[in-house]
C-alpha cells in the first residue's frame, strides 16, 4: 500500500510524514470555521486519546525497537542501559523546556503560566503550550523513518505516523477553539492553530536526520523520543483532559488511543 515510499530517503519520508501531521492538526483547527467551541466532555475525550495513543506509540513504536537494536551492540542487562539514558534524557529536555518557556494551558487561568515571566498576550501562551505538544512528535516521527533504514522495515514508521497525526486533530481543535473565544477571528484562529503544528515536520527531518547520518545514536534517539512524549503526556495532556471533570470520559479515550495505536503498530509493523 506505500511501496512508493520505500525508494525515497528516510528524510523525505520523515519530511512527508511530518507533513501529513501537521495537515492532521490543521483540519483540526478548521473546526473553528463550524463551530465557536466544542463540548467540553468531547474534547476530554479527544484528549484522552491523543494521550492513549501517544503511550502506545512510546513503548510499541520506539522502546521496544530501541531495546533491540541496544542488544545487538550493548548486550550489558540486555541493552537497557542506552535506552534508560535516552529515555531520562527526553524527559529531562521537555522539562527544561517547560520550565522556560512561557505557556498557558487551554482552559487554565492566566495565574496558572508556566515558564518565565512574560507580556506574552494569552492567545500565544496557548499557542506556545500546544507547540510544545508538537516537538516530540514530529521528533519521534523522525527517528522511526530513520530507524526504517536500518532494517526495522517502513511499516511501523507508517503506523506511527498515522497515529499521531489522529491524535493530532484534537490537538488542533484545542488551540484554534479556545483562540476563537479570545477575541480572534475565525481565519487568525486556524492561522495560529495550524502554525502550531509546524513544529512536527521540521522536527521530523531533524530526528530522521541524526539517525541515518549517526548509526550508533539510534538507540538513545528512540528512547529520547519516547521519554520526551511521556513527559508530555504526564505534564499536559492528562492534567488538561482532567481539568473539566470528565475523568471517566478521559480514560476511555486514554484506553482506546492505546487500543487504536498498538493495533495500528502490530497490524502496519
Same mark, same amino acid.
Given at each position: 500500500?506505500?511501496?512508493?515510499? /520505500? $525508494?525515497?530517503?528516510?528524510?523525505?519520508?520523515?519530511?512527508?510524514?511530518?507533513?501529513?501531521? *501537521?495537515?492532521?492538526?490543521?483540519?483540526?483547527?478548521?473546526?473553528?470555521?463550524?463551530?465557536?467551541?466544542?463540548?467540553?466532555? @468531547?474534547?476530554?475525550?479527544?484528549? $484522552?486519546?491523543?494521550?492513549?495513543?501517544? @503511550?502506545?506509540?512510546?513503548? *510499541?513504536?520506539?522502546?521496544?525497537?530501541?531495546?533491540?537494536?541496544?542488544?545487538?551492540?550493548?548486550?550489558?542487562? &540486555? &541493552?537497557?542501559? %542506552?535506552?534508560?539514558?535516552?529515555?531520562?534524557?527526553?524527559?529531562?529536555?521537555?522539562?527544561?523546556?517547560?520550565?522556560?518557556?512561557?505557556?498557558?494551558?487551554? +482552559?487554565?487561568?492566566?495565574?496558572?503560566?508556566?515558564? @518565565?515571566?512574560?507580556? *506574552?498576550?494569552?492567545?500565544?501562551?496557548?499557542?506556545?503550550?500546544?507547540?510544545?505538544?508538537?516537538? %516530540? /512528535? #514530529?521528533?519521534?516521527? #523522525?527517528?522511526?523513518?530513520?530507524?526504517?533504514?536500518?532494517?526495522? +522495515?517502513?511499516?511501523?514508521? @507508517?503506523?506511527?505516523?498515522? +497515529?499521531?497525526?489522529?491524535?493530532?486533530?484534537?490537538? #488542533?481543535? !484545542? =488551540?484554534?477553539? %479556545?483562540?476563537?473565544?479570545? $477575541?480572534?477571528?475565525?481565519?487568525?484562529?486556524?492561522w495560529w492553530g495550524q502554525l502550531s503544528a509546524l513544529?512536527?515536520?521540521?522536527?521530523?527531518?531533524?530526528?530522521?536526520?541524526?539517525?541515518?547520518?549517526?548509526?550508533?545514536?539510534?538507540?538513545?534517539?528512540?528512547?529520547? !523520543?519516547? &521519554?520526551?512524549?511521556?513527559?508530555?503526556?504526564?505534564?499536559?495532556?492528562?492534567?488538561?483532559?482532567?481539568?473539566? #471533570?470528565?475523568?471517566?470520559?478521559?480514560?476511555? $479515550? =486514554?484506553?482506546?488511543?492505546?487500543?487504536?495505536?498498538?493495533?495500528?503498530?502490530? &497490524?502496519?509493523?
Amino acid at each position: 500500500m506505500f511501496e512508493f515510499l /520505500e $525508494g525515497w530517503h528516510p528524510v523525505e519520508q520523515a519530511l512527508a510524514a511530518g507533513l501529513f501531521t *501537521w495537515g492532521m492538526t490543521a483540519a483540526g483547527a478548521g473546526l473553528v470555521f463550524f463551530f465557536k467551541e466544542v463540548n467540553r466532555k @468531547i474534547l476530554d475525550g479527544m484528549l $484522552g486519546f491523543a494521550a492513549g495513543v501517544m @503511550i502506545a506509540a512510546s513503548f *510499541w513504536s520506539l522502546l521496544a525497537p530501541a531495546i533491540e537494536h541496544s542488544e545487538q551492540s550493548n548486550p550489558f542487562l &540486555g &541493552g537497557v542501559v %542506552p535506552v534508560l539514558f535516552g529515555f531520562l534524557l527526553g524527559g529531562v529536555c521537555m522539562r527544561l523546556i517547560d520550565i522556560y518557556l512561557p505557556h498557558l494551558h487551554p +482552559g487554565a487561568p492566566p495565574e496558572e503560566t508556566e515558564g @518565565i515571566k512574560t507580556t *506574552w498576550h494569552r492567545s500565544m501562551l496557548l499557542i506556545s503550550a500546544i507547540t510544545l505538544h508538537n516537538i %516530540p /512528535e #514530529g521528533l519521534a516521527v #523522525g527517528v522511526a523513518f530513520g530507524a526504517a533504514a536500518s532494517g526495522d +522495515g517502513i511499516g511501523a514508521a @507508517i503506523a506511527l505516523a498515522i +497515529g499521531i497525526g489522529l491524535q493530532n486533530f484534537p490537538e #488542533g481543535a !484545542a =488551540v484554534s477553539l %479556545p483562540l476563537r473565544r479570545e $477575541g480572534l477571528s475565525r481565519k487568525e484562529s486556524f492561522w495560529w492553530g495550524q502554525l502550531s503544528a509546524l513544529v512536527e515536520p521540521i522536527a521530523a527531518v531533524l530526528g530522521a536526520a541524526v539517525v541515518v547520518y549517526m548509526d550508533p545514536l539510534l538507540p538513545y534517539a528512540l528512547a529520547f !523520543a519516547a &521519554g520526551a512524549m511521556i513527559f508530555v503526556v504526564v505534564e499536559e495532556l492528562v492534567p488538561e483532559a482532567h481539568r473539566g #471533570g470528565n475523568g471517566d470520559v478521559a480514560t476511555m $479515550g =486514554v484506553m482506546i488511543g492505546f487500543s487504536v495505536m498498538m493495533v495500528l503498530d502490530v &497490524g502496519l509493523g
